[in-house]
């Protein structure tokens, strides 16, 4: 079974459109374990528009599943993870003024900078994923980093099949294995969804792990997040 991380970015922004502390962004995150979430991510960016550094710190002794934190390997993103010290580090491209990631890393162009990274978060005791396309190549490319996984960007997948055309999982699917045969893990994620998670599943070999917030949250506006987090757990089996 593919575990699920609950990204809890969109309860961050809801909370920071009015001030205060409402809705809570610890006591979601203590909820989601409960309700059988095997982790919590978070995306912390520069302007601090949704999840704040200071809330990646304090998530620290709420968070008691797999914690992950993605974000662009920027020096203060480095020393905020270097600080926090989480289950996962996600390496993400993400320009600064990203409304959401729109892309995988060239493993190839980037790769000296990647190793750097990575061999700083490997020495710290922090699991490393590295944030691709599925391109053969780059899933290539990824291995030469020295990451422990990569995590597949499935917004092109999740647009095909919102247009009928389930062939849009083929280049997953050999991302997939290519992964699997470099012994490389594999996580997924961005715009899965519970119409969407089960045929990703079911077509993709020795997934992990899917990291989902944004179809979650919206999802859980009309079905509850007790209800939605377990909803996906069924469709991971």
Known sequence: MAKLSVNINKIATLRNSRGGNVPDVLKVADDVQKFGAQGVTIHPRPDERHIRYQDARDLVPVVYTEYNIEGNPIQSFMDLVL???????????????????????????????????????????????????????????????????????????????????????????????????????????????????????????????VSIGHALIAEALYLGLDNVVNMYLQKLK
Do not use: C
């Open 83 to 209: 600080e926090v010290k989480p289950t996962q580090v996600t390496l993400v491209p993400d320009a600064d003024d990203a409304i959401t990631s729109n892309a995988g890393w060239d493993t190839i162009k980037h790769k000296s900078f990647l190793q750097e990274v990575i061999q700083e978060f490997k020495r710290n005791g922090i699991r490393t994923s590295v944030f691709v396309d599925p391109d053969l190549k780059m899933v290539e490319g990824a291995k030469e980093t020295g990451t422990d996984r990569i995590e597949l960007y499935t917004e092109g997948f999740a647009h095909q099949y919102g247009l009928g055309n389930f062939d849009g999982i083929k280049p997953y699917t050999q991302s997939a294995i290519l992964a699997e045969q470099l012994q490389l893990g594999l996580n997924a994620g961005h715009d899965l969804s519970l119409d969407n998670i089960k045929f990703f599943k079911d077509n993709i070999p020795g997934l992990l792990e």
